[in-house]
């Protein structure tokens, strides 16, 4: 089960990939997370796979990380008294609390804390930007608009405000059900939708507690205001470029998720990137040029993973879309310019003892040619602040705890490995040693660096590198 590549593949349960055999089949193929798209489908469904993904885990031995995505706070307007209406540019079109079906002139809008927050000026978008219109005037109630990009309208239509920052918390009363559901199913990320600003991160963190990995959905540009501050609370973050590129000029999308994976980059919090990446798959057997194109831009800018939506929940090939991304990744990262930008975007050390170990095992791996870099870590700190470094060699991580193995899933390079603890110094280095042979990554005669803590399982108190040579007995 060892990859041949550092980043990682997030892919999405649905219909077509659910089943056990499928599910392992993509497993042995190349997924290292599953995803839980709690916009559709029932709890029932989604423990039913959150079963199966435990279970194909303990036939092949491999942590796997299970990411539930959260719906977060969709403003649709009402309903028409007609199927639908045509708007023309130039036409006037009000918003208001009236739940009277609409008509040419005016709908329903029944969220008043849009109406509190516009602003004369402001942009709604409407049907995933396919209807555009500015406010010219508007009070607590109601928003008096005119058309810039007309087209059809139908019942409750989807409305995005790219200007205006929302008074509205990312977490539904529906979010809150559903999160309390998959915290008790036991999942190991939690996906905030329509993160706008640090109080979002902090809002949920307080719910969830500790019990599960938060990432940051970055959809809206009122979020690349405070693009540090999210990132430094959140513990991963995702470009989600379905919503961001609605409310984002097309052009500026492609700069914004390199600017959101260089800040990642920095701060060492694994990043992702999603949404339509090999999006033609879902009806055909092999991906467009630029889709393939895009996937490999991901690997080259650094991102940590890169997820499949719809081509594996509701796709005619999930195994041929996961294996064809797991083709380009691989086939990027043997390229001599993925080296040469690797070396270039890292990171200068920060000044902690964590880093100062985990910069120093990049260089002794490289410069003795050792054939792997081990680290123990309890809450995974250890080894994310190693990735950090972007080794050549890969990283196992090594850890007690079966949660953190799995966190680790998501991680560029780690390999995750749930292990037993080490009591003192001699078992650590035999521990090491035997998981990096049994793991094929090492043989008798290479050497490997390990990295850990004194004393032992205390998170963040990496002070310890050493180098370690296999023997025949190992």
Same mark, same amino acid.
């Given at each position: 089960m060892?990859r041949?590549?550092?980043?990682?593949i997030i892919? $999405?349960?649905?219909?077509?990939?659910?089943?056990?055999?499928?599910?392992?089949?993509?497993?042995?193929? @190349?997924?290292d997370?599953?995803?839980?798209?709690f916009?559709? @489908?029932?709890?029932?469904?989604?423990q039913a796979?959150?079963?199966?993904?435990? +279970?194909v885990e303990?036939?092949?031995?491999?942590?796997? @990380?299970?990411?539930?995505?959260?719906q977060?706070?969709?403003?649709?307007?009402?309903?028409?008294?007609? *199927?639908?209406?045509?708007?023309?540019?130039?036409?006037?079109?009000?918003?208001?609390m009236?739940?009277?079906p609409?008509?040419?002139?005016r709908v329903?809008?029944?969220?008043?804390?849009?109406?509190?927050?516009?602003?004369?000026?402001?942009?709604?978008?409407?049907?995933?930007?396919?209807?555009?219109?500015?406010v010219?005037?508007?009070?607590?109630?109601?928003?008096?608009?005119?058309v810039?990009?007309?087209?059809?309208?139908?019942?409750?239509?989807?409305?995005?405000?790219?200007d205006?920052?929302?008074? =509205?918390?990312?977490?539904t009363d529906?979010?809150?059900?559903?999160?309390?559901?998959?915290? *008790?199913m036991?999942?190991?990320?939690?996906a905030?939708?329509?993160?706008q600003?640090?109080?979002?991160?902090?809002?949920a963190?307080?719910?969830?507690?500790?019990?599960?990995?938060?990432?940051?959905?970055?959809?809206?540009?009122?979020?690349?205001?405070?693009?540090?501050?999210?990132?430094?609370?959140?513990?991963?973050?995702?470009?989600?470029?379905?919503?961001?590129?609605?409310?984002?000029p097309? *052009?500026?999308?492609p700069?914004?998720?390199?600017?959101?994976?260089?800040?990642c980059?920095?701060?060492?919090?694994?990043?992702?990137?999603?949404?339509?990446?090999?999006?033609?798959?879902v009806?055909?057997?092999?991906p467009?040029?630029?889709?393939a194109?895009?996937?490999?831009?991901?690997?080259?800018d650094?991102?940590?993973a890169?997820m499949?939506?719809?081509?594996?929940?509701?796709?005619k090939?999930?195994?041929? $879309?996961?294996?064809? =991304?797991?083709?380009?990744m691989?086939?990027?990262?043997?390229?001599?310019?993925?080296?040469?930008?690797r *070396?270039?975007?890292?990171p200068?050390p920060?000044?902690?003892?964590?880093?100062?170990?985990?910069?120093?095992?990049?260089?002794?791996?490289?410069?003795?040619g050792?054939?792997?870099?081990?680290?123990?870590t309890?809450?995974?700190?250890?080894?994310?602040?190693?990735?950090? +470094?972007?080794?050549?060699v890969?990283i196992?991580?090594?850890?007690?705890?079966?949660?953190?193995?799995?966190?680790?899933?998501?991680?560029?390079?780690?390999?995750?490995?749930?292990?037993?603890?080490?009591?003192n110094f001699?078992?650590?280095?035999?521990?090491a040693?035997?998981?990096?042979?049994?793991?094929e990554?090492?043989a008798?005669?290479d050497?490997?660096?390990?990295?850990?803590g004194?004393?032992?399982?205390?998170?963040?108190?990496?002070n310890?590198?050493?180098?370690?040579?296999?023997?025949?007995k190992?």
């Open positions: 060892r041949q590549r550092k980043a990682k892919a $999405t349960l649905g219909p077509a990939s659910s089943s056990p055999e499928m599910l392992e089949k993509i497993v042995r193929t @190349g997924v997370v599953f995803r839980l798209n916009s559709h @489908g029932e709890h029932s469904e989604h796979r959150f079963e199966t993904i435990r +279970e303990a036939k092949l031995g491999r942590p796997i @990380g299970v990411l539930m995505d959260l977060g706070p969709k403003i649709r307007v009402g309903t028409f008294a007609v *199927e639908q209406i045509m708007l023309e540019a130039g036409d006037k079109f009000r918003f208001d009236d739940k009277t609409g008509d040419q002139n329903c809008l029944p969220h008043p804390e849009i109406f509190k927050a516009l602003e004369v000026g402001a942009n709604l978008l409407l049907d995933d930007g396919k209807v555009r219109m500015r010219e005037k508007c009070d607590a109630e109601s928003a008096d608009c005119v810039i990009a007309g087209g059809p309208l139908s019942n409750r239509k989807g409305v995005n405000v790219p205006v920052m929302l008074p =509205m918390s990312p977490l529906k979010d809150r059900v559903d999160l309390a559901y998959g915290l *008790e036991g999942v190991d990320f939690v905030l939708s329509f993160v600003r640090p109080e979002d991160v902090a809002e963190r307080k719910i969830i507690n500790g019990r599960a990995a938060i990432i940051s959905k970055l959809e809206k540009p009122k979020a690349i205001e405070h693009l540090d501050e999210i990132i430094a609370l959140s513990d991963a973050i995702m470009v989600a470029r379905g919503d961001l590129g609605v409310e984002c097309p *052009e500026d999308v700069i914004l998720q390199k600017r959101i994976i260089a800040a980059r920095v701060a060492g919090k694994p990043v992702i990137v999603a949404t339509q990446m090999l999006d033609s798959m009806t055909n057997p092999a467009t040029r630029a889709e194109s895009d996937v490999a831009t991901a690997i080259y650094g991102a940590d890169v499949l939506s719809a081509e594996s929940a509701v796709g090939y999930p195994l041929e $879309t996961v294996g064809i =991304m797991d083709r380009i691989v086939r990027v990262e043997r390229d001599e310019l993925y080296a040469r930008l *070396e270039a975007s890292r200068d920060e000044h902690t003892a964590p880093d100062a170990i985990s910069a120093a095992a990049r260089q002794t791996a490289g410069t003795i050792s054939k792997a870099i081990v680290t123990y309890t809450s995974g700190s250890t080894a994310y602040r190693a990735a950090r +470094e972007r080794p050549e890969a196992l991580g090594l850890t007690p705890k079966i949660q953190t193995a799995r966190r680790m899933a998501l991680c560029w390079g780690l390999h995750p490995v749930f292990t037993r603890d080490a009591t001699a078992e650590m280095v035999g521990i040693c035997d998981v990096a042979k049994r793991e990554f090492a008798p005669g050497s490997i660096v390990i990295t850990a004194v004393p032992f399982g205390t998170p963040g108190a990496t310890i590198l050493r180098i370690a040579w296999l023997s025949g190992n």
